[in-house]
């Protein structure tokens, strides 16, 4: 069982905004710590996607943005393209755990 | 261009041991925290281990506290995880990557299969 909970599973149609929730607790995402996300396409690493909540990488389009309140953070695609099929990952920093994951999102595109 | 290349994964039997390696260029890699990462078939992403650029700090997940071994060789750009009494729980991918302010992950590597069974 992941520290940090997604829903297993979002869909949306190409052109559709989709987004996934990462829900955390006190002592990780609510205690201030950063929130990231990574994409991992089938059969290949996962690569990051926003870092430091809101913040993306060179070369990642403005498509993707992040955002996070409280214990939870949000990732948001717009204009979804069936290159966005993927699974999406949220991680933050625990107190206790060190770096911590969440369960991971199947998004398809419809 | 930052490139990581795993090894030494393989098939070992329960009780085993396996030394992963991970080979970097590309970055100031003595400057450069790394970590493992793990992710067991089907399964999400696990934080196994990191180590400073100059080995000071270690850290480890519980699950591997004991059994696993991180470490680097600053003059060959290396990064190690010494694995011992596999089980099979243990089964994954391994990744290595670049731990960036022991927050984020920025660049990982291909990864490396290590399958432990009878």
């Known amino acids: 069982q992941s520290v940090l909970t997604q829903p297993p599973s979002v869909s949306g149609a190409p052109g559709q905004r989709v987004t996934i929730s990462c829900t955390g607790s006190?002592?990780?995402?609510?205690?201030?710590?950063?929130v990231h996300w990574y994409r991992q396409l089938p059969e290949t690493a996962p690569k990051l996607l926003i870092y430091?909540?809101?913040k993306r990488p060179s070369g990642v389009p403005d498509r993707f943005s992040g955002s996070k309140s409280g214990t939870s953070a949000s990732l948001a695609i717009t204009g979804l393209q069936a290159e966005d099929e993927a699974h999406y990952y949220c991680?933050?920093?625990?107190?206790?755990?060190?770096?911590?994951f969440g369960g991971g999102t199947k998004l398809t595109v419809l | 261009e930052v490139q990581l290349v795993e090894s030494g994964g393989g098939l070992v039997k329960p009780g085993g041991s396996l030394r992963l390696s991970c080979a970097a260029s590309?970055?100031?890699?003595?400057?450069?925290?790394l970590a493992w990462v793990r992710q067991a078939p089907g399964k999400g992403l696990e934080w196994v281990s990191s180590?400073?650029?100059?080995?000071?700090?270690?850290y480890y997940a519980d699950s591997v506290k004991g059994r696993f071994t991180i470490s680097r060789d600053n003059a060959k750009e290396s990064l190690y995880l010494q694995m011992n009494s596999l089980r099979a729980d243990d089964t994954a991918i391994y990744y290595c990557?670049?731990?960036?302010?022991?927050?984020?992950?920025?660049?990982w590597g291909q990864g490396t299969l290590v399958t432990v069974s009878s």
């Open positions: 990557a670049i731990d960036t302010y022991g927050s984020r992950f920025d660049d």
């Open positions: 590309g970055l100031s890699f003595s400057l450069s925290n």
């Open positions: 180590i400073t650029g100059s080995s000071s700090y270690i």
């Open positions: 006190r002592s990780n995402i609510g205690a201030g710590y950063d």
């Open positions: 430091a909540n809101n």
């Open positions: 991680q933050s920093f625990d107190s206790s755990l060190r770096a911590v």
